[in-house]
């Protein structure tokens, strides 16, 4: 049981507890929910809502359901599990929709099964519009050349992605120089580096900002080859399996499951005023000192699942957090994207031929799909709907919404049957936070170790709403630190397994040397065989001359 005594000659009351887990942000709720599973009231677990949560934070707050939600029947969850339980980036969600009842539709879990053989859009800069009936990643839209060096690009990152995370070959000295070499490298840079043409160069920004909610000129090689890693290949974004990307956009799963954990750990949830110092005590014990100096709260372990940028407002003992580390945190960028939805009587774009798919690198829409029909009792909606993101310049704060630049690019793209919505808003989605260029290898190798048995970081809450699944593995994660630190014996082969289950990609030399033709490469390696041939000539002109 949680203990609160007051301290001598003081006004102040210090709550204690055994685990105290700092920030009700969603790894946070999940680890707090796990220890409290594994543990019960055998330890004295504690999560803390802090105050002051601005809108569009991750915070899960909870969302109400029919009470018919939690009595669904069991064959309703999700089907053949076991298939999709190796892929790395559902693997976490997949496991915890299945402890919480909580069916996943296809169109979110595996989008790739639902083909369609209605035809997608894509948009060039100058307004004209190609149809193809592939994915997007295929680039069948585009000319030869374009097409050609978009797929080596895509084999370059893939083959990148692969020879830099297999599991298999231990690291040398060179990979670690090619590592720091894709932390400090931006995307923009290794794109003009490898891109000719400027389509190819639209296409690759665009996917860029989709996936990280920011510039390719602030994001690193080594962050973007960690979302492909994560995705299995870089073409899992726009199209494929992009499970990630759609649940970011829908935050169907989110919602969900953000209830239910909130449901879990509601008895042990303890309101609390802003957290002004992080202390030690004979170096044993963890202090958190509040703004008003009402409570204090004392633990053994203390896991920080609150924001990067949240933790500049909190004075950290340098023992807890080193400079370094502070200002890792600092110099993280939240990234940021826009999403819509627009809805109309009929879904009249059908009726035209198409799927409702958009990839435009002009905008206002630069990503779109027709919204997916997510009820679980197989209802249909009212309306019929498109659903995207918007561009970059959309997300600027003190603009007006982009209703009426919406409408017009939909009505160039399907007829005037778009130009009278029924319905029209926007809102912004809190992606994921950015490390600085040259930071993210130092962030991974913070964020998975513990400070002297007192502080585990590993539910820092870098993803909010961008990302499910690592906010799910970081959450669960966490719990497995914490759990082996207190009781290395508690621990079960089960939750080990769970963490542990290595995605296999293997690459190979000729893969890899295939990989790197580009035009660029391929003009270079022309203009230098040309020069040489010219000097040989020349050498041998001169020689015959003598």
């Excluded at 000129?217 to 399996?241: A, E, I, P, W």
């Excluded at 992080?278 to 703004?291: A, G, H, K, N």
Aim: glycine share 6%.
């Amino acid at each position: 049981m949680v203990k609160k005594y007051e301290t001598d000659g003081t006004q102040t009351s210090n709550i204690k507890a055994d685990v105290i887990v700092l920030g009700c942000s969603l790894p946070g709720i999940i680890a707090a929910h796990k220890l409290k599973q594994k543990f019960g009231d055998t330890m004295d677990i504690v999560i803390i809502d802090l105050p002051g949560t601005t809108k569009g934070m991750s915070k899960c707050d909870i969302v109400s359901f029919h009470k018919d939600e939690d009595n669904t029947p069991e064959e309703c969850t999700v089907e053949s599990t076991q298939q999709f339980f190796e892929h790395f980036s559902r693997r976490y969600l997949v496991m915890y929709a299945k402890e919480f009842n909580i069916t996943i539709p296809d169109e979110i879990l595996t989008p790739d099964s639902i083909s369609s053989p209605l035809n997608k859009l894509f948009e060039y800069t100058n307004g004209n519009t190609v149809q193809c009936t592939n994915n997007f990643h295929d680039f069948d839209y585009l000319g030869v050349f374009e097409k050609f060096e978009l797929n080596q690009y895509q084999r370059l990152i893939d083959e990148s992605m692969k020879n830099l995370f297999r599991v298999t070959k231990p690291v040398t000295e060179s990979e670690r120089q090619k590592l720091l070499y894709y932390d400090q490298t931006t995307m923009e840079k290794h794109i003009c580096g490898a891109l000719l043409f400027s389509t190819s160069r639209e296409i690759m920004r665009t996917v860029v900002r989709l996936v990280c909610g920011a510039s390719p000129d602030t994001v690193s090689v080594l962050f973007y080859l960690h979302q492909c890693y994560r995705n299995n290949t870089c073409k899992n974004h726009v199209d494929g399996n992009n499970t990630k990307f759609r649940e970011k956009l829908l935050g169907y799963c989110r919602k969900r499951l953000a209830y239910k954990l909130k449901r879990s750990v509601a008895d042990i949830t303890l309101q609390a005023k802003s957290i002004k110092e992080i202390r030690t005590y004979s170096d044993e014990q963890v202090i958190l000192e509040t703004m008003k100096g009402e409570n204090n709260y004392v633990c053994n372990l203390l896991a920080m699942a609150v924001r990067p940028d949240e933790l500049s407002n909190i004075n950290v003992e340098p023992i807890l957090l080193s400079e370094r580390e502070a200002e890792i945190a600092k110099l993280m960028l939240p990234g940021r994207v826009k999403k819509f939805m627009i809805q109309y009587e009929t879904d009249f774009w059908r009726d035209e031929g198409y799927s409702g798919d958009i990839l435009s690198i002009r905008g206002p829409i630069v990503w779109a799909m027709e919204r997916p029909t997510l009820s679980g009792t197989g209802s249909r909606e009212r309306y019929s709907s498109l659903v995207g993101y918007l561009k970059a310049q959309m997300c600027d704060g003190d603009k007006q919404d982009s209703k009426q630049e919406v409408i017009e690019q939909l009505m160039k793209l399907f007829g005037e049957s778009a130009a009278n919505p029924v319905n029209y808003k926007e809102s912004d989605i809190e992606d994921v936070f950015i490390p600085k260029c040259g930071d993210y290898i130092a962030l991974r190798k913070w964020t998975k170790e513990q400070t002297p048995g007192l502080l585990e970081w590993g539910a820092l809450d870098v993803y909010r709403d961008g990302d499910i699944t690592g906010a799910i593995e970081a959450g669960h994660k966490a719990y497995l630190h914490v759990s082996s630190c207190l009781r290395p014996q508690a621990q079960t082969f089960e939750d080990v397994s769970a963490a542990e289950i290595p995605i296999s990609v293997h690459g190979n030399f000729c893969n890899r040397a295939l990989a790197n033709i580009n035009i660029i490469r391929s003009m270079s390696l022309m203009a230098y065989t040309t020069a040489v041939y010219i000097g040989i000539r020349l050498a041998k002109s001169y020689l015959r001359k003598q």
